[in-house]
């Protein structure tokens, strides 16, 4: 188990999105976390591009590995999406392994359609990274 970073939110607005200085800034960190988070979820190679926008084998290695970059706005979105399903994991479930275990289980709710959430989550597209982090919200009743 990791602690979770402390982030200013307000270093999270579209605007500072759209800053490539403040995503030069944030990069490192946000790339840290997604793979801390990829570690603690057993994810493949294959997985961790598809989530991060089906990056090259190449590209998810040095960043892996700690090669300096600046994400893109579509990047650091999908990172803050996977932090956020992490943490509503958290939330709804006691325990990380049930958590981690819901993930990977097959799922007969909308939108998963029997696929598991991380098999939705890995389709590639933002959308689905979007739909799970949505479920989880509305499981723990956020709006």
Not at 30 to 47: E, I, N, S, Y
Not at 125 to 137: E, S, T
């Amino acid at each position: 188990m990791f602690a979770a970073a402390t982030v200013d939110q307000s270093n999270l607005s579209p605007e500072a999105l759209r800053s490539p200085e403040d995503r030069k800034r944030m990069s490192a960190t946000a790339l840290r976390l997604f793979f801390r988070t990829a570690d603690l979820w057993a994810l493949t190679v294959d997985q961790r591009r598809a989530i991060l926008g089906d990056v090259s084998r190449a590209t998810e290695h040095k960043w892996r590995n700690g090669e300096q970059t600046t994400l893109t706005r579509d990047q650091m979105e999908r990172i803050s999406l996977v932090l956020g399903i992490l943490k509503g994991l958290r939330l709804v479930f006691a325990e990380d392994a049930n958590g981690f275990r819901w993930l990977k289980a097959s799922n007969s709710d909308f939108p998963f359609a029997g696929r598991s959430p991380l098999d939705h989550m890995t389709n590639g597209g933002i959308n689905d990274l979007y739909a799970v982090r949505r479920y989880l919200d509305a499981w723990r009743g956020v709006k």
